[in-house]
């Protein structure tokens, strides 16, 4: 950089309002709820943020149940929605409200409600917005989760904000409680007439920044875990393992059937575990931790994919991994997780300084703050190290190399050439105005910290390997091709690097040593939210080689019917009935219709089979009291910690109690059973048997038993943090139309064809002929008991409870 001859000036920039932003917006969620409702009063996360999210509060298995049969709250995929937004004129040119330029504060939603009641006088003021929090001030992150990165969450909605989803109304008919703005309107929420484009990833709908009307997102991309991590990499007995259950029960690698203790005693268990860290490091930076990483002791336990949560370089490989997952140019090569077609069309960063969050420096030639949209999009701010006018140090992350050549910063008479405290490399600052000393030549450069710096200011992995190979000469780990090409790539950055380049080497030496590939090859498998359903999802509605048991609800037996749309509509005739289950023979249009009631449980790799609800979300008159425990189980959310196929044993002495048919329906005994356990002491567990009708009451130290036919068990309340982790929120937008398998085309196993043979052999013995009326008529009777929810709505405020799907 040349300096100006003109004097340095002050300038004080405006906002730049009118701009649409194109913003990627990651979350973690089960694959059979990807894009089933809007986006609305949700909070959601960048790449880092969702990343360290399952990091810290998934997967870590000493703090589990060992007999869960998924994920902490069925999670089994991350998806990425293309977003556009466009804040309103007058929430971005406010002193108070406008954080990263573009944004409003950001809103904690619980249940569909903003937590904080001091933020009531924001949606009156300035209504809708999309919100940002950033956790990483100074890269000062979760201290279980350091980063080189910065990470953020973000808050879209505010419609109706003051209250649960459960009692907003709708927004043709308002709950006459909904907070409005100061002109009298109820606050209807930010996303657009239309605004989700459920057949393109880029929504079409572009906001116009007014109320009402200030996001839009496209469908999803989504990425299955067990892709992405390795799962469907393991043995099972012979064969790729299926899913994380199957590889859970199957795996054959012992190294992976380990554990930690709460003491950090390593166990042997008898299933594989995906994720487990040594319990001192459950905080990075406590000093116990720094010295057992140093010691050359096992820190973490299970898939390779997941080792080091205390280690920056491998949370940054995981975030370009996940980014190359979903087919991110740059992602692996490039250090790119932002699309940079994107960060071309942004508009450049508003830097007034009258806004709480400024771009520009309050005095020119100062370290900072600056900003740049390289880490997510956002105008995240970064700073200059080694800066004469300070601060010093400077705070991080630190800016990238090239922005004094962007548009924004390119004015020299705004931006004059900062003076550094040093030539050297190493403090950083030289490397702006390309004035270091020394030669950044690889085959040249200094084989210490100013040499390495200068080389990684290049930006090259081949560059940075030729100085590498210099630097490592002699080294064992230099054998190893592989080792040496991503610790080449990830010795570079887009900023100054801040590692020694013993660092470096010692990072060389740990790929080296790394069990299995240091990146696993999962570039570009995302797919689609109708192709990437965790248990086969087709549609969004229906789900093929899944079927239920019992085969037959009490009172039926199967029919023979033309379709599984057939075998559907017979479900919606039937009282009781939630689950249909066809078995197609191929090449034959008809097949057996099952029908199954609530309680029944669902059976993955039934090949043969499609199963589906008694009606499709969209097809429900109304869902405001529904949510969805997995395959399409639509209950109350007074269901959403309750377990399907569990017993816990002993009972209580005492507590067996039958409950009277005269009480109710089953659905509305199990909630008798539960209300029972909340008003009994030292009840833990309440166990519900459907056949005998018998409610049991559970204390501390049961056992737990799996797969367990007509029972269901649960605590004594669900907390609104358990209801949130399975909600279904009522849409107002128009729901894109399921398009139902392709039965024709689905193929029977010989031990199906046995099942067919002998159900067909039972329909003939005993035939059945029930009238059919319309399923719109009968969804009433099917949401039996649902109307119970308002009254028992309790929303708790304790920690979420290990939530099974």
């Known amino acids: 950089l040349v300096a100006a001859p003109e004097p340095p000036r002050q300038v004080a ?34 790449l880092g943020g969702v990343i360290k999210y399952m990091h810290t509060e998934i ?51 619980d249940w569909g409600q903003a937590t904080n009641p001091a933020q009531m006088k924001l949606f009156e003021d300035y209504g809708d917005f999309v919100g940002v929090q950033s956790s990483c001030a100074d890269l000062h992150c979760d201290v279980r989760w350091p980063s080189t990165l910065p990470y953020a969450w973000f808050s879209a909605g505010n419609w109706c904000p003051n209250l649960t989803w459960d009692k907003k109304g709708t927004k043709q008919s308002p709950s006459a409680g909904c907070i409005k703005d100061t002109q009298g309107h109820v606050v209807s929420g930010g996303l657009c007439l239309n605004g989700f484009d459920a057949a393109n990833f880029v929504p079409s709908v572009d906001p116009s920044g007014s109320p009402g009307c200030v996001y839009s997102y496209g469908k999803a991309q989504v990425v299955r875990l067990d892709d992405l991590v390795g799962i469907t990499q393991q043995d099972c007995v012979g064969r790729k393992c299926e899913n994380w259950l199957h590889f859970r029960h199957n795996c054959t690698d012992s190294r992976l059937k ?118 997510n999009g956002a105008c995240q701010g970064c700073w200059i190290p080694g800066v004469v006018n300070g601060p010093d140090p400077a705070f991080r992350p630190w800016c990238p190399l090239d922005m004094f050549r962007s548009p924004a910063y390119s004015d020299r008479r705004d931006f004059p050439v900062m003076k550094c405290k040093t030539k050297r490399a190493s403090d950083g600052c030289c490397l702006y105005a390309g004035d270091c000393e020394g030669s950044s030549d690889p085959h040249e450069a200094p084989l210490n910290d100013d040499g390495y710096a200068l080389v990684a200011a290049r930006r090259s992995s081949a560059d940075m ?28 950055e887009h900023s100054p690097v801040s590692r020694s380049l013993e660092d470096v080497l010692g990072e060389l030496n740990q790929l080296a040593d790394m069990r299995g590939p240091i990146i696993l090859k999962s570039s570009g498998i995302a797919t689609s939210a109708q192709q990437s359903g965790a248990s086969t999802t087709h549609g969004g509605c229906y789900e093929l080689a899944v079927s239920f048991l019992p085969l037959d609800m009490s009172g039926t037996v199967g029919s023979i019917e033309g ?33 199954h009631d609530l309680f029944a449980i669902p059976q993955l790799g039934s090949v043969g089979f499609v199963s589906g609800p008694y009606a499709c979300w969209e097809d429900i008159d109304d869902t405001r009291n529904l949510i969805d425990k997995g395959h399409k189980t639509f209950v109350s959310p007074e269901f959403a910690c309750m377990e399907w196929g569990v017993l816990y044993s002993p009972a209580m002495p005492g507590s067996e109690q039958m409950i009277s048919m005269a009480d109710g329906s089953n659905e509305q005994a199990v909630l008798q059973c539960q209300r029972r356990c909340q008003s009994t002491p030292n009840c833990e567990q309440f166990v519900f048997s459907v056949s005998t009708r018998m409610c049991s009451l559970v204390g501390k130290g049961a056992t737990k038993m799996l797969n367990v036919i007509g029972s269901i068990a649960g605590a004594g309340s669900c907390g609104k943090n358990q209801k949130q982790a399975f909600y279904r929120l009522f849409n107002d937008a128009q729901p894109s139309v399921p398009q139902h398998p392709d039965t024709s085309r689905v193929v029977m196993s010989l031990s199906a064809a046995c099942v067919l043979a002998a159900s067909t052999a039972a329909l003939l013995t005993v035939w059945r002929v029930r009238p059919r009326s319309s399923s719109r008529t009968l969804k009433a009777s099917n949401a039996e008991g649902i109307e119970e929810a308002e009254t028992a709505r309790e929303l708790l405020s304790e920690p979420p409870d290990q939530a099974e799907a």
């Not at 203790?261 to 575990?273: A, F, K, L």
């Not at 932002?338 to 309050?362: H, I, N, W, Y």
Request: glycine share 8%.
């Open 59 to 109: 997967l870590t298995e000493s703090f589990a149940d060992p007999l869960r049969t998924t994920r902490k709250y069925g999670i089994d995929v991350v998806t990425r929605h293309r977003f556009k937004i466009r804040n309103t004129d007058k929430l971005l040119k406010s002193k108070e409200t406008t954080a990263f330029g573009e944004f409003g504060q950001f809103v904690t939603y």
């Open 13 to 46: 920039y405006d906002v730049q309002a009118g701009a649409i932003l194109h913003f990627d917006m990651y979350r973690a969620m089960a694959g059979s709820a990807v894009d089933m409702h809007t986006l609305e009063d949700d909070d959601l996360a960048d």
């Open 465 to 492: 390997e030729v100085f590498l190979r210099r630097a490592a000469s002699g080294r064992p780990a230099l054998s190893n091709a592989d080792a040496v090409k991503w610790a080449s790539y990830f010795a570079w």
């Open 563 to 595: 379709s599984a749309e057939a075998c559907q509509k017979r479900c919606a005739s039937q009282t009781g009935c939630r689950h249909f289950s066809f078995m197609q023979t191929a090449g034959i249009a008809s097949g057996m219709c099952h029908l």
């Open 258 to 375: 380990r554990k930690f203790t709460t003491t950090g005693q390593i166990v042997d268990v008898d299933y594989c575990v995906e994720f487990d860290i040594h319990p001192t490091c459950g905080t990075c930076e406590d000093a116990a931790c720094q010295a057992l990483l140093k010691s050359g002791q096992e820190v973490y336990l299970g898939l390779p994919f997941w080792s080091g949560r205390c280690d920056r370089q491998a949370n940054l490989r995981r975030m370009e991994e996940v980014a190359a997952a979903f087919g991110i140019p740059g992602a692996l090569t490039s250090h790119m997780t932002v699309e940079q077609s994107m960060l071309d069309a942004a508009a450049s960063c508003p830097r007034s300084k009258g806004t709480s969050f400024s771009c520009a420096p309050e005095i020119a030639g100062m370290a900072g703050p600056y900003c740049s949209r390289l880490w």
